[in-house]
């Protein structure tokens, strides 16, 4: 959506007061140096992009709706499970760097075979590396990689809901 790219866009901006106030600073002596005259345009600069981009982003988060069929209807495409499939080889005891490489010989598998990870019968992913045993379903499939999402800020549905009532709360503040 349009406001959350001007957001981004913004932050180059406030980026580039940050880099002329950094810049001023760098090497002043002990003493007041009329240099840093040159302080407050960058600052007040970044100061009032963040508060129209604040004004904006609340705005845009009051009022945004999303088409969950659309976004669901996508979501088994693109081997979303890929992530969580290695870390089930991790929690197995396989180094990750071997889990990457036997994850994108399952990815390509997959590929080859035009199914999701999930659909891979346990006898494939048995022939690729033979530490998988059934747990591994629980790993796989959206439903799953979303679940087992749960460190702070992650994408699972319980983080997530954490987050949208926090701000929904602090929003309501104001």
Request: charged residues 25%.
């Given at each position: 959506?349009?406001?959350?790219?001007?957001?981004?866009?913004?932050?180059?901006?406030?980026?580039?007061?940050?880099?002329?106030?950094?810049?001023?600073?760098?090497?002043?002596?002990?003493?007041?140096?009329?240099?840093?005259?040159?302080?407050?345009?960058?600052?007040?600069?970044?100061?009032?992009?963040?508060?129209?981009?604040?004004?904006?982003?609340?705005?845009?988060?009051?009022?945004?709706?999303?088409?969950?069929?659309?976004?669901?209807?996508?979501?088994?495409?693109?081997?979303?499970?890929?992530?969580?499939?290695?870390?089930?080889?991790?929690?197995?005891?396989?180094?990750?760097?071997s889990a990457?490489?036997?994850?994108?010989?399952?990815?390509?598998?997959?590929?080859?075979?035009?199914?999701?990870?999930?659909?891979?019968?346990?006898?494939?992913?048995?022939?690729?590396?033979?530490?998988?045993?059934?747990?591994?379903?629980?790993?796989?499939?959206?439903?799953?990689?979303?679940r087992l999402?749960q460190s702070?800020?992650?994408?699972?549905?319980?983080?997530?809901?954490?987050?949208?009532?926090?701000?929904?709360?602090?929003?309501?503040?104001?």
């Amino acid at each position: 959506p349009d406001p959350m790219e001007l957001t981004r866009g913004k932050s180059a901006r406030v980026y580039g007061s940050l880099v002329t106030l950094l810049t001023l600073c760098k090497g002043l002596p002990q003493a007041y140096n009329r240099d840093l005259q040159e302080d407050k345009e960058p600052l007040f600069d970044a100061t009032e992009t963040i508060i129209a981009v604040l004004e904006v982003t609340e705005e845009f988060a009051r009022n945004i709706t999303f088409n969950t069929d659309h976004i669901n209807a996508g979501l088994g495409s693109g081997f979303l499970d890929a992530t969580t499939l290695a870390d089930y080889l991790v929690v197995k005891g396989m180094p990750f760097r071997s889990a990457h490489e036997v994850v994108g010989t399952c990815v390509a598998r997959a590929e080859k075979a035009g199914v999701e990870l999930k659909d891979l019968k346990l006898e494939d992913l048995a022939d690729i590396n033979p530490i998988f045993d059934d747990g591994v379903y629980s790993y796989l499939g959206v439903e799953n990689a979303v679940r087992l999402f749960q460190s702070y800020g992650s994408t699972g549905a319980a983080r997530v809901a954490e987050q949208m009532d926090l701000w929904k709360e602090k929003l309501e503040k104001k």
